[in-house]
């Protein structure tokens, strides 16, 4: 069973940045596609960003031009690149993969935006 491990969450002011880990346990290349959602205090989970195994890349319209994710498949790691920090960003964010077992999730890591 593969394991993904988030890090990096806390708190933040606002128009400040963040930049959030996500480690696999096995290959990175065992995943089609990585990605990270959000869920802020009732609200439903949503996509913030994903990135297959090609490289491309997708974004939820509220975080484009503001967040990067990528990923360093020596490290076995996703990282989501946060700048411009909104209150609205803030959440748990959760790192997802999707392999040929189907999906796997983090723990998730809050990050508080400070206004």
């Given at each position: 069973?593969?394991?993904?491990?988030?890090?990096?969450?806390?708190?933040?002011?606002?128009?400040?940045?963040r930049r959030l880990s996500c480690a696999t346990s096995g290959s990175i290349f065992?995943?089609?596609?990585?990605?990270?959602?959000?869920?802020?205090?009732?609200?439903?989970?949503?996509?913030?960003?994903?990135?297959?195994?090609?490289?491309?890349?997708?974004?939820?319209?509220?975080v484009k031009g503001r967040f990067t994710i990528s990923?360093?498949?020596?490290?076995?790691?996703?990282?989501?690149?946060?700048?411009?920090?909104?209150?609205?960003?803030?959440?748990?964010?959760?790192?997802?993969?999707?392999?040929?077992?189907?999906?796997?999730?983090?723990?998730?890591?809050?990050?508080?935006?400070?206004?």
């Amino acid at each position: 069973q593969v394991t993904l491990v988030e890090s990096g969450g806390g708190l933040v002011q606002a128009g400040g940045s963040r930049r959030l880990s996500c480690a696999t346990s096995g290959s990175i290349f065992s995943f089609f596609v990585l990605g990270w959602y959000r869920q802020a205090p009732g609200k439903q989970r949503e996509l913030v960003a994903v990135i297959t195994s090609g490289g491309i890349t997708n974004y939820a319209d509220s975080v484009k031009g503001r967040f990067t994710i990528s990923r360093d498949n020596a490290k076995n790691t996703v990282y989501l690149q946060m700048n411009s920090l909104k209150p609205a960003d803030t959440a748990v964010y959760y790192c997802n993969g999707r392999g040929g077992w189907g999906d796997s999730w983090g723990q998730g890591t809050q990050v508080t935006v400070s206004s």
